[in-house]
C-alpha cells in the first residue's frame, strides 16, 4: 500500500515513472479523510489543490525535468511555519483567517526539492505546550492510543507520521518540541544546531531557541529531509554560513569505538521504569556494536527547565507583541477606544497558556526584576553550555531517555502546568546551548506504547547522530504492534 511505503521508496517510484504524484496524493488525502476523525492531525488541507499541484509534478517530469531529491513526496508542514497561500493559523484564533503572501525558506526548498506540500499540522498554541491540548481547534490524539496526547506542540505532524498520513514532516523545536513528540509518536525527530535550517518565514516564539527539525518513519528519511531544509540562508541572519551536507551518504559509517555518554542526571529519580528499560536495553545494543558508554556528568542539568521557562516566556512576550488586531488577524470589534481594543484583541485572541506565559515574560523583563530572572537565565545558558563542552571532550555523543514517561492521558496534566513543563526535562538544554539533538523509537512499554532514545552531539555533528542512529535502527529492527488508529 502507497501509504505504508518510506519516503526513499516512493521517490524512486516517481523519479522511474512506476508511481505518478497523483497517485500519491490521492493515497495520502485517502488516508487523511479516513483518519482525521479520530486523530485530528491537519488542521488545512486543500484536496482540490493538492492534486493540482501534483498534477503540475507530473507534467514536469513527463517532459524530463530532472526529478529533485524529494520528487512527488508529500510533506506534513506544522502551522507555524509560514506557507505562501495557505493559510497559518498557528492554532491561535488570532490568526485564524491569515493568509500569508510570502513562502518560508524551508517550504521554499521542499518545493525546489520537488515536494509536494500536503497540508498544514496542529500544534499547541504558537508551539507553546507539551500535548497539543492548547489549540484552539482541539487537540490532537495519539495514533497509539487515542486516549493519549502526541505530545507538542509539533504533536500534528508526529501524529500524522504514526497514523501514515503523511511520509514526512516538518515541525519546529523550541525546548524539544520535535523530539518529545517524535518519542510519543514512535517516529524520528530532530533538533539542527541552531543556525543549520533558516527560520526565515517560522512564526517567531523564541528566537534564540526555534528550529525548525524534520520528522520522519524513519531515519534514513529524516535524513533526507534534513539535507533537503538545512544551509545558510541571508534572509535569516542567524543563519550559520555553511552548505548542507550529504547526510544520506554518511549514513553507512561505522559505529565501533565511539564512546556514548551516559549523563547521570538522567537517569536519576523522575525518570520511569517503562522508559528506562528500553532506553538502557538499547544502550546494550550500541555497546554490543562496538561502541564504549560511559558515564558523565552534566552537574548543572537541574538548571535548565527553569532558565527555560524564563529566557522562552520573555522572548514570547516581546515576539507576540505584534499581535494587536491592528495590522492583521483577530480584531475585537466592541471596543471603545484603541486601549480597550488592544486588551478585548488580546484576551479574546490568544488561549490560557499563551497568556500565562506572556505575563511570566513580561513580568522578567519588568524593571526590578530583569537583573533577578533573565540575567540569573541567561547565566545559566553559559554553564549548561560549559558543562556540555567538557562532556564532549571525553566522549562523542550522548544518549539517554527523550522524556521521562510514556505519552500521558489527554487531560491529565492541564489542570497542573509545571507539571506539563517537567515532560521537557531532557529536551530544553539542546535549545538552550545551540546543540542538535535526535529522538528516535527504541522500544515499547508493555502497555505498546512508543519510547524514545534521546543523541546529543556537539555544534553540527548531525551527520554523526544520524549515523548511530541510522546504525542502532537496523540492529533493533523493531516490530510496532497495530495502532489504535488501525484498529478504528
Not at 176 to 199: L, N
Amino acid at each position: 500500500m502507497i501509504h505504508l511505503m518510506p519516503a526513499t521508496q516512493l521517490r524512486e517510484a516517481v523519479a522511474s515513472r512506476r508511481l505518478s504524484v497523483t497517485e500519491l496524493a490521492r493515497a495520502f488525502l485517502g488516508r487523511i479523510e479516513a483518519c482525521e476523525p479520530h486523530l485530528k492531525a491537519f488542521l488545512t488541507v486543500q484536496p482540490e489543490r493538492v492534486l493540482r499541484e501534483a498534477g503540475e509534478i507530473d507534467e514536469a517530469l513527463g517532459k524530463g525535468e530532472k526529478a529533485g531529491p524529494l520528487a512527488g513526496v508529500p510533506v506534513a508542514v506544522k502551522d507555524n511555519i509560514i506557507t505562501r497561500g495557505i493559510r497559518t493559523s498557528c492554532a491561535s484564533k488570532i490568526l485564524h483567517d491569515f493568509v500569508p503572501p510570502y513562502e518560508s525558506t524551508v517550504v521554499k526548498k521542499l518545493r525546489q526539492a520537488g515536494a509536494l506540500v500536503l497540508g498544514k499540522t496542529n500544534l499547541d498554541e504558537f508551539g507553546m505546550g507539551s500535548s497539543t491540548e492548547n489549540s484552539a481547534y482541539g487537540p490532537t490524539r495519539n495514533p497509539w492510543d487515542l486516549e493519549r496526547v502526541p505530545g507538542g506542540s509539533s504533536g500534528g505532524s508526529a501524529a500524522a507520521l504514526a497514523a501514515r498520513e503523511a511520509p514526512l514532516a516538518l515541525g519546529t523545536d523550541t525546548g524539544g518540541s520535535v523530539r518529545q513528540p517524535a518519542a510519543f509518536c514512535g517516529v524520528v525527530g530532530i533538533k539542527p544546531t541552531y543556525g543549520r535550517v533558516s527560520r526565515y518565514g517560522l512564526v517567531a516564539f523564541g528566537s534564540s531557541l526555534d528550529q525548525i527539525g524534520p520528522l520522519a518513519r524513519n531515519v534514513r528519511d529524516a535524513a533526507l529531509l534534513l539535507q533537503c531544509i538545512a544551509g545558510h540562508d541571508p534572509c535569516d541572519s542567524t543563519s550559520a554560513a555553511r552548505p548542507s551536507q550529504d547526510f544520506i551518504s554518511e549514513l553507512g559509517g561505522p559505529v565501533r569505538g565511539l564512546r556514548v555518554g551516559m549523563p547521570r542526571q538522567w537517569f536519576e529519580k523522575g525518570l520511569s521504569e517503562e522508559v528506562r528499560k528500553p532506553v538502557e536495553a538499547a544502550l546494550q545494543r550500541l555497546e554490543s556494536m562496538g561502541c564504549r558508554l560511559e558515564e558523565v556528568d552534566l552537574p548543572h542539568t537541574r538548571y535548565g527547565l527553569a532558565a527555560y521557562y524564563i529566557v522562552a516566556p520573555a522572548e514570547a512576550s516581546s515576539n507576540l507583541a505584534r499581535y494587536d488586531g491592528v495590522r492583521y488577524g483577530y480584531r475585537n470589534s466592541s471596543h471603545q477606544d484603541l486601549l480597550e481594543m488592544y486588551r478585548a484583541t488580546r484576551s479574546q485572541g490568544f488561549g490560557a497558556e499563551v497568556k500565562r506565559r506572556i505575563m511570566v515574560g513580561t513580568f522578567v523583563l519588568s524593571s526590578g526584576y530583569i537583573e533577578a530572572y533573565y540575567k540569573k537565565a541567561a547565566q545559566a545558558r553559559q554553564i549548561l553550555s560549559e558543562d556540555f563542552r567538557k562532556a564532549f571532550q571525553k566522549v562523542d555523543l550522548l544518549a539517554g531517555p527523550t522524556t521521562p514517561t510514556p505519552p500521558f492521558r489527554l487531560g491529565e496534566k492541564t489542570a497542573n502546568p509545571l507539571e506539563m513543563y517537567l515532560s521537557d526535562v531532557y529536551t530544553v538544554t539542546a535549545n538552550l546551548v545551540g546543540l542538535p539533538a535526535l529522538s528516535m523509537p527504541c522500544g515499547f512499554t508493555p502497555e505498546n506504547l512508543p519510547v524514545g532514545l534521546q543523541l546529543h552531539g556537539p555544534h553540527f555533528s548531525e551527520a554523526l547522530l544520524l549515523r548511530v542512529a541510522n546504525t542502532l535502527e537496523d540492529d533493533l529492527s523493531l516490530q510496532p504492534p497495530q495502532s489504535a488508529i488501525d484498529r478504528n
